[in-house]
């Protein structure tokens, strides 16, 4: 009998995040996130008008940047795409029927498609109380996934069968592109289903029981 390491188990498995994806660890991200700032001259640049600092203090204004940027991008990859899953007609209308009727189950086929998230996070860089330059970042995920069957039981997302997903993260900052990284991932593994997750909302879930 083989019995499954931690790092095998989908219930235990540490989500992937979009940080981890471009980056690796936190300490990496900031370290990455620091570098790239310097290079820019973007923290220079913004303090010059209000202040001269050492090219040290400056470091540890971009490090600083570097880990609430960090937080930022620390977005579980499983979740932004079942957010987009939720809004897709053939799950909802699914997650509805088995609701509508106790004890059912579908097996949804899903044909090989793209899912695209953008987001904008941003820092503020303040001195004295004023703001004088927010830091406008701009994160893409892509996900392409082959056909896949999802199954479906009371109005829930319970598991997925076959498919491959190749996700693709990339970071800019100011139209500047700081990193882009794709990798093949695990569905079973990326997307964590223990405990099932809901397809539609409680207030459409509660309409239609």
Same mark, same amino acid.
């Given at each position: ?5 931690? !790092?095998?188990?989908?219930?235990? /498995?540490?989500?992937?995040? +979009? =940080? ?11 370290? *990455?996130? @620091? *570098?790239?700032?310097?290079?820019? %001259?973007?923290?220079?640049? *913004? ?17 600083? !940047? %570097?880990?609430?940027?960090? %937080? ?6 499983? =979740? ?5 899953? /939720? ?15 106790? %004890? ?37 995920? &892509? ?5 896949? /069957? ?12 076959? @498919?491959?997903? &190749? ?8 139209? &500047?592109?700081?990193?882009?990284? =794709? ?7 990326? &997307? ?13 879930? +509660?309409?239609?029981?």
């Amino acid at each position: 009998m083989t019995v499954p390491t931690l !790092i095998d188990d989908p219930i235990v /498995q540490a989500p992937l995040s +979009a =940080d981890a994806l471009l980056f690796g660890s936190a300490a990496e991200t900031v370290e *990455a996130l @620091g *570098a790239a700032l310097d290079e820019l %001259g973007s923290t220079r640049t *913004a303090l010059r008008s209000v202040r001269r600092l050492s090219a040290s203090s400056i470091a540890v204004v971009d490090h600083e !940047i %570097g880990t609430i940027t960090d %937080g930022l991008l620390n977005l579980d990859l499983g =979740d932004v795409l079942l957010s987009a899953w /939720q809004k897709y007609a053939k799950l909802t209308d699914a997650a509805r029927r088995t609701l509508a009727v106790s %004890g059912s189950e579908e097996i949804v086929p899903l044909a090989a498609h793209t899912v695209r998230s953008t987001y904008s996070p941003h820092v503020d860089l303040v001195a004295n109380g004023v703001r004088i330059h927010s830091f406008k970042f701009e994160l893409e995920i &892509v996900f392409e996934l082959t056909a896949l /069957q999802a199954i479906v039981r009371a109005g829930t997302l319970t598991a997925l069968r076959g @498919g491959e997903c &190749v996700v693709t993260a990339s970071l800019s900052l100011d139209d &500047v592109q700081l990193a882009k990284r =794709d990798r093949s991932v695990d569905l079973e593994l990326m &997307v964590r289903l223990h405990p099932p997750r809901p397809l539609i909302t409680s207030s459409v879930a +509660a309409s239609v029981t």
